[in-house]
């Protein structure tokens, strides 16, 4: 295991459901919280997927003892009725939810005169109506009070990307819900976002850097001139989980390296700056 300040059993006892945690950053927190101690239930589309990837975090479970439980369940975020089947199912089997991560999320790079009308509506319905339909579904099969809400938002809510638009209108979305839904369901639940930085060997990356020549130009732009890693946002995801971040609400958790600050290739003038 990678060094962590975080106790073994931290999580141990907690109920976790996660959507879109079949693959990537999601699959990252969802092993995370099986190794310390949370049982843990993963949602996607894709069965053959999901069933592969409940595997990895029940073998993740207790420090890799297997103790904890691991369950899937396979349904489209962007359908309301399904999605709220699959939680009260998972309810049924784990128990009330203490955290629940919207993170489901869909992306291609197109500029707008590339976009069908659908194309824009496919983003905005998977990553901010299927964020609305996941936190809208779960209230009332939460662990009162004390439960923590994730939502895996981008550096695009903030600032705007050429051949993003679809991305950055739905993560800004996300991140104006996450705020709205901390004033309205506090105290008894938290509400935050954690917005990834570029993460190393994601789907994400793939589609965003799809070539050297744009996986540099990423590159140059991070403060702290590495990929981030799955695992450091699922230390996030503890963090704003567990007593740790228990005064933290409405906020969104820059885990990027420092990409959200600004530029960092405008001042790589490759004279010793860092
Ligand atoms: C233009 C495109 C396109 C492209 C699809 N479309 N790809 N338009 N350029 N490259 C159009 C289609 O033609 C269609 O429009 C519409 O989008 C919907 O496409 P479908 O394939 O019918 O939709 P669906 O099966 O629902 O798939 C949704 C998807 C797909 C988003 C298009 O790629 C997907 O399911 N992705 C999930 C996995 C993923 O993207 N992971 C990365 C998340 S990472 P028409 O008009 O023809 O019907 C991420 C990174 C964040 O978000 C930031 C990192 C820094
Ligand atoms: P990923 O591997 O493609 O994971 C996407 C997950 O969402 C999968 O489990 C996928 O399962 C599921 N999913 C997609 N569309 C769905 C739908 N309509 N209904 C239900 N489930 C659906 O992506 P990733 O790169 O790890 O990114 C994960 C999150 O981090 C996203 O919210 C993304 O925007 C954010 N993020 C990523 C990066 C990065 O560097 N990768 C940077 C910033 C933010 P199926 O394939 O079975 O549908």
């Given at each position: 295991?990678?060094?962590?300040?975080?106790?073994?059993?931290?999580?141990?006892?907690?109920?976790?459901?996660?959507?879109?945690?079949?693959?990537?950053?999601?699959?990252?927190?969802?092993?995370?919280?099986?190794?310390?101690?949370?049982?843990?239930?993963?949602?996607?589309?894709?069965?053959?997927?999901?069933?592969?990837?409940?595997?990895?975090?029940?073998?993740?479970?207790?420090?890799?003892?297997?103790?904890?439980?691991?369950?899937?369940?396979?349904?489209?975020?962007?359908?309301?009725?399904?999605?709220?089947?699959?939680?009260?199912?998972?309810?049924?089997?784990?128990?009330?939810?203490?955290?629940?991560?919207?993170?489901?999320?869909?992306?291609?790079?197109?500029?707008?005169?590339?976009?069908?009308?659908?194309?824009?509506?496919?983003?905005?319905?998977?990553?901010?109506?299927?964020?609305?339909?996941?936190?809208?579904?779960?209230?009332?099969?939460?662990?009162?009070?004390g439960?923590s809400?994730?939502?895996?938002?981008?550096?695009?809510?903030?600032?705007?990307?050429?051949?993003?638009?679809?991305?950055?209108?739905?993560?800004?979305?996300?991140?104006?819900?996450?705020?709205?839904?901390?004033?309205?369901?506090?105290?008894?639940?938290r509400?935050?976002?954690?917005?990834?930085?570029?993460?190393?060997?994601?789907?994400?990356?793939?589609?965003?850097?799809?070539?050297?020549?744009?996986?540099?130009?990423?590159?140059?732009?991070?403060?702290?001139?590495?990929?981030?890693?799955?695992?450091?946002?699922?230390?996030?995801?503890?963090?704003?989980?567990t007593s740790a971040g228990s005064y933290v609400t409405?906020?969104?958790?820059?885990?990027?390296?420092?990409?959200?600050?600004?530029?960092?290739?405008?001042?790589?003038?490759?004279?010793?700056?860092?």
């Open positions: 295991m990678t060094d962590s300040p975080f106790r073994s059993d931290v999580l141990a006892g907690k109920v976790a459901f996660i959507a879109g945690g079949t693959s990537g950053i999601n699959l990252g927190i969802a092993k995370r919280f099986a190794e310390l101690g949370a049982n843990v239930g993963i949602l996607g589309r894709n069965p053959e997927k999901a069933a592969a990837a409940c595997a990895e975090v029940a073998a993740a479970s207790g420090q890799g003892d297997g103790s904890g439980k691991a369950v899937y369940r396979t349904a489209d975020v962007r359908d309301y009725g399904a999605i709220r089947t699959a939680m009260e199912e998972v309810r049924g089997e784990l128990g009330a939810f203490d955290i629940v991560i919207s993170g489901a999320a869909g992306n291609f790079l197109s500029p707008v005169l590339g976009m069908s009308a659908n194309a824009f509506r496919a983003v905005v319905d998977i990553d901010l109506i299927g964020t609305f339909n996941v936190f809208r579904g779960c209230h009332d099969l939460l662990n009162l009070p439960a809400l994730i939502a895996i938002t981008a550096g695009q809510a903030e600032h705007a990307m050429a051949m993003q638009a679809h991305a950055c209108a739905a993560k800004a979305g996300i991140n104006q819900l996450i705020r709205t839904l901390a004033l309205e369901w506090g105290p008894d639940v509400v935050n976002g954690i917005s990834p930085g570029p993460i190393a060997d994601t789907e994400g990356m793939a589609r965003l850097a799809p070539d050297e020549t744009t996986r540099a130009a990423h590159y140059a732009r991070i403060a702290m001139k590495r990929w981030g890693t799955c695992f450091e946002i699922a230390e996030a995801a503890v963090y704003l989980s409405g906020a969104i958790l820059d885990v990027d390296g420092g990409s959200s600050v600004g530029d960092a290739s405008r001042l790589d003038t490759g004279k010793g700056l860092a």
